[in-house]
């Protein structure tokens, strides 16, 4: 059960955007290979702020140029990551407005007789969810959850927020007694999910802000600790729009611009490597997304440490923004192939940008990948969050699908690390296709038939 705050339509306009440069002077910037600027990125995004709506000349003037930067930069290749999504918990009291992911998590007490359709993991659930996976070849293990309230870093964390004063409200903490299931400490999870070597993709600086709530904690020191449990690299997702007068208003429980950019830093400062995303389409106008780019970009330069750029185009339906009339639907697709294209443009220094089927659908993902991006991104055994946004495209995505549709565009499919580091071209006409780099993996199918549904692999949702 999710409660809501009654929202005012009108509390949630910005300023039409405005610049001092050109879309001209934009584009030759990008053909030139100059280094775009915030401004720049705006009227590339807008195709112009100076009028309304997206010139579709200009914007296939935009989609050539990135689709020709990334041929030069990574070349013909499109990657995929052979992944499973378990997320450990639903329970969450952020009240985040874009999202459906969560379920308050009062419902999830004891001693409560709400009903709700989320779900908490044990550490024993996660790792026998995993182990199953590897069995089917994964490489990855992507995890983000809710931000229980007795979810902590380690026994001593838990000590430490049960001696505030009313921990409830100061600190957002319950004891794992208080819950019909305890899901353990973040320690404990990341532990129970690292088997066998698989790559353990989660904590968003989200979540590490949660698992240091009520300390001193450095970001780096709670890094440093999950990275000796298992973790691997971190999730550069509750991104959303970088800026805070977009944060404002649609997530205001959620952390700061600057606090998630330290809790990057702290990440990359213990060896992790992160990845960074983009929420776009809801209330922020096109100079949020490029300040955000910004943000970004000036990150990277002071760290190295991003792999790739994801855009997430907001998916509105049930969601309280859409419920309540704030926005009346999601990104255009115009709009999603300009955040695509100027990505690449204005990233120069994150090397690959990623198209999604699960949020865009087959053939406008495919689309995608000639509009600047080159990841795919992987089969996800479990993915929850789409749909329960009412997104349509949440489903399991086999090898063989991967092969065809990425040949389907001329283009060459490649199974990845999650770092990019160790890459594998795959032969079309090698079939059936399957995953190799996993722990486990032999180049089986990664489900007999391998067109299921679902594989009942642990269903779960995620964060963003
Ligand atoms: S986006 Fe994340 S933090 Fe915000 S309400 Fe949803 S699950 Fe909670």
């Known amino acids: 059960m999710t409660t809501e705050p009654d929202l005012d339509p009108d509390d949630f306009g910005f300023a039409d955007p405005a610049t001092d440069q050109s879309f001209e002077n934009a584009l030759a910037k990008a053909r030139d290979g100059i280094r775009l600027s915030v401004d720049d990125a705006t009227e590339l995004l807008a195709t112009g702020t100076a009028t309304d709506g997206i010139d579709p000349v200009r914007k296939e003037a935009v989609l050539e140029l990135a689709d020709r930067r990334r041929a030069e930069l990574v070349g013909d290749e499109v990657t995929f990551v052979a992944n499973l999504n378990n997320n450990v918990t639903t329970a969450c009291n952020t009240g985040c407005l874009f999202c459906n992911f969560k379920d308050s998590a009062h419902a999830f007490e004891a001693d409560s007789d709400v009903d709700h359709a989320g779900f908490t993991k044990t550490p024993a659930e996660s790792r026998a969810i995993v182990d199953d996976a590897l069995e089917m070849g994964i490489y990855e293990v992507c995890s983000v959850s809710g931000l229980h309230p007795a979810l902590a870093l380690n026994a001593d964390h838990h ?18 007694e208080a819950y019909a299931t305890d899901p353990g400490t973040y320690v404990d999870q990341i532990e129970a999910m690292s088997v066998d070597g698989v790559h353990l993709h989660s904590m968003t600086p989200e979540e590490a802000y949660h698992a240091r709530r009520g300390t001193d904690w450095s970001y780096e020191a709670v890094y440093r600790e999950l990275a000796d449990a298992g973790l691997d690299s971190a999730p550069g997702t509750a991104a959303e729009i970088l800026v805070d ?32 995303t983009m929420m776009y389409g809801h209330v922020e106008t096109v100079e949020h997304r490029a300040t955000h780019l910004g943000v970004i970009r000036d990150l990277q330069d002071r760290t190295g440490g991003i792999t790739e750029f994801v855009p997430l185009s907001f998916i509105h339906q049930n969601t309280p923004l859409y419920r309540q009339g704030v926005v009346d639907g999601g990104p255009s697709r115009d709009e999603d192939e300009l955040v695509v294209a100027v990505a690449r443009l204005f990233l120069d220094n994150v090397e690959h940008v990623q198209a999604s089927w699960v949020k865009s659908g087959d ?4 689309k995608l990948l000639n509009c600047g991006a080159d990841d795919f991104m992987g089969t996800i055994l479990s993915e929850e969050i789409t749909k329960r946004a009412g997104g349509q495209h949440g489903e399991y995505r086999s090898f063989d699908d ?17 770092d990019y580091r160790t890459r594998r071209r795959i032969d079309p006409d090698d079939g059936p296709h399957g995953p190799l780099l996993g722990p486990r993996a032999d180049g089986s199918p990664m489900l007999p038939g391998d067109d299921a549904d679902e594989p009942g692999a642990g269903s779960a949702p995620a964060d963003d």
């Open 159 to 176: 000590e430490r927020l049960a001696a505030h004063d009313d921990p409830a409200s100061t600190v957002n903490y319950k004891p794992p």
């Open 245 to 276: 007068e977009v944060r404002d208003v649609i997530c205001p429980g959620k952390i700061r611009t600057d606090d998630w950019v330290t809790a990057m830093e702290g990440a990359m400062a213990a060896g992790l490597d992160t990845t960074s």
């Open 363 to 366: 053939a406008h993902g495919l």
């Open 402 to 418: 991967y092969v065809e549709m990425i040949t389907a565009i001329g283009r060459t499919p490649v199974e990845r690390s999650t």
